[in-house]
C-alpha cells in the first residue's frame, strides 16, 4: 500500500500547481483522501478532503475555498489537488492521506512522502 504525491515546485504568487497523489496497492475510491499541509515551524494541517465527511463530499480549508480544487481520477487511481492564485502562505510541504475523516490526522492510516511547493512573492 503506497501514496505517492508529485507535482509541487516553485511558482510565483498568483500563479497555478497541480499536485497529484498517485494510490498504489488500493483502490483510492474506496477511502476518503485528504490533502494536508505543513509550512516550516508550524503544525500539519488539513487543505481539502474527498469523501471524508458524513455522507461524503468535499470539503476545503477557508484559507483555500475559492482557490483550490480536489479531484479524483479512478481510472488512475490518482487524487489531484488543482492549485490557483497562489500566495506565498501556501508555502509548505504538501502531503496526500487515505482513510481517515475530515481533517483530523490521526485518523488517517495511509500517507503520501510529501512534495514542496514554494511560493515566491
Known amino acids: 500500500v503506497q501514496l505517492q504525491a508529485s507535482g509541487g515546485g516553485l511558482v510565483q504568487a498568483g500563479g497555478s500547481l497541480r499536485l497529484s497523489c498517485a494510490a498504489s496497492?488500493?483502490?483510492?475510491?474506496?477511502?476518503?483522501i485528504g490533502w494536508f499541509r505543513q509550512a516550516p515551524g508550524k503544525e500539519r494541517e488539513g487543505v481539502s478532503c474527498m469523501g471524508c465527511r458524513d455522507g461524503g463530499g468535499t470539503r476545503y480549508a477557508d484559507f483555500v475555498k475559492g482557490r483550490f480544487t480536489i479531484s479524483r481520477d479512478n481510472a488512475r487511481n490518482t487524487v489531484y489537488l488543482q492549485m490557483n492564485r497562489l500566495k506565498p502562505e501556501d508555502t509548505a510541504v504538501y502531503y496526500c492521506?487515505?482513510?481517515?475523516?475530515?481533517?483530523?490526522?490521526?485518523?488517517?492510516?495511509?500517507w503520501g512522502q510529501g512534495t514542496l511547493v514554494t511560493v515566491s512573492s
Open positions: 496497492g488500493f483502490t483510492l475510491d474506496d477511502y476518503a
Open positions: 492521506a487515505a482513510g481517515g475523516y475530515g481533517f483530523v490526522l490521526e485518523s488517517y492510516n495511509y
